[in-house]
């Protein structure tokens, strides 16, 4: 349930410095800013009104809006047409390119302790579209885990996730909710995963998206569907995962290839 603190203190604020060449709007973003990051204003406070605040810095309507603007584009306050300014929940970080991770070290690594809810874990026959992702015959057995991720018992993420059973027959039986899935596979069944194929795109929250969710049915989604290879280039693993979009955000880490280089092809079963 959202904590929503009805009064703020504009007390604790820088105030502008007329002198300096910094513009206002600035000024006053980094000012707000300072109080959300040491948690003076914690996630669900209300804002002052835009009138309070012209009033308390001296500053147009025009600045204001462009602070909060900026502040909204950094995922730090949301908006919310007739009911006022929040303080954001945090984002939480993932890495998706250059490191082979998966969300529980991605968290654990930022000092958070992400909590798994396992909602489903079955053996599957493999459908053909399943079985071409993962280069293995229609029908063959796939373990199939559900998940609902959380941090702060907060949901952030929902995945799906298949896994041939021949390459970790017991894993079906295994915790799953205080362990991470990617060091369970190379260090109990030996599985060396190399890398990984991942796509992005943006959806909107079914019905059981949202009720999954904790948001409204509608509400904008970050797909991402993903297939790990071992390190002998077979896919060990297929995923579908739908994040938060108000409580994601995704680090890309890119390198500069030659021109004389060539792109490696996509694999005939590339994800759609």
């Given at each position: 349930?959202?904590?929503?603190?009805?009064?703020?203190?504009?007390?604790?604020?820088?105030?502008?410095?007329?002198?300096?060449?910094?513009?206002?709007?600035?000024?006053?973003?980094?000012?707000?800013?300072?109080?959300?990051?040491?948690?003076?204003?914690?996630?669900?406070?209300?804002?002052?009104?835009?009138?309070?605040?012209?009033?308390?810095?001296?500053?147009?309507?025009?600045?204001?809006?462009?602070?909060?603007?900026?502040?909204?584009?950094?995922?730090?306050?949301?908006?919310?047409?007739?009911?006022?300014?929040?303080?954001?929940?945090?984002?939480?970080?993932?890495?998706?390119?250059?490191?082979?991770?998966?969300?529980?070290?991605?968290?654990?690594a930022q000092g958070l302790e992400p909590q798994t809810r396992v909602m489903n874990k079955s053996v599957i026959e493999a459908p053909p579209s399943l079985?071409?992702?993962?280069?293995?015959?229609?029908?063959?057995?796939?373990?199939?885990?559900?998940?609902?991720?959380?941090?702060?018992?907060?949901?952030?993420?929902?995945?799906?996730?298949?896994?041939?059973?021949?390459?970790?027959?017991?894993?079906?039986?295994?915790?799953?909710?205080?362990?991470?899935?990617?060091?369970?596979?190379?260090?109990?069944?030996?599985?060396?995963?190399?890398?990984?194929?991942?796509?992005?795109?943006?959806?909107?929250?079914?019905?059981?998206?949202?009720?999954?969710?904790?948001?409204?049915?509608?509400?904008?989604?970050?797909?991402?569907?993903?297939?790990?290879?071992?390190?002998?280039?077979?896919?060990?693993?297929?995923?579908?995962?739908?994040?938060?979009?108000?409580?994601?955000?995704?680090?890309?880490?890119?390198?500069?290839?030659?021109?004389?280089?060539?792109?490696?092809?996509?694999?005939s079963h590339a994800i759609k």
């Amino acid at each position: 349930m959202r904590t929503v603190v009805p009064e703020v203190s504009l007390r604790s604020c820088r105030p502008i410095d007329r002198a300096s060449p910094v513009p206002y709007y600035h000024q006053l973003k980094d000012s707000l800013k300072d109080n959300i990051l040491i948690c003076t204003w914690p996630p669900g406070t209300t804002l002052p009104s835009e009138a309070d605040i012209c009033e308390a810095f001296g500053v147009s309507r025009v600045t204001v809006r462009q602070a909060l603007a900026e502040l909204e584009v950094e995922g730090l306050v949301r908006r919310e047409r007739g009911r006022g300014t929040f303080v954001a929940e945090p984002k939480i970080r993932e890495r998706i390119v250059g490191h082979l991770t998966g969300f529980y070290e991605d968290m654990t690594a930022q000092g958070l302790e992400p909590q798994t809810r396992v909602m489903n874990k079955s053996v599957i026959e493999a459908p053909p579209s399943l079985a071409e992702i993962l280069e293995v015959m229609p029908g063959t057995p796939l373990i199939r885990i559900e998940r609902l991720r959380m941090i702060s018992g907060k949901p952030v993420l929902h995945s799906v996730t298949h896994i041939p059973e021949a390459i970790c027959p017991s894993l079906a039986g295994e915790d799953l909710e205080k362990q991470s899935l990617y060091a369970l596979l190379e260090k109990r069944y030996g599985v060396q995963l190399a890398r990984g194929r991942r796509v992005i795109e943006a959806i909107a929250a079914s019905e059981n998206d949202a009720s999954l969710l904790g948001v409204a049915n509608g509400t904008p989604l970050v797909l991402i569907k993903s297939i790990t290879y071992s390190s002998d280039g077979r896919p060990v693993e297929y995923y579908e995962a739908k994040h938060r979009g108000d409580r994601a955000r995704f680090e890309v880490e890119v390198v500069r290839v030659l021109a004389s280089a060539k792109a490696s092809p996509l694999p005939s079963h590339a994800i759609k």
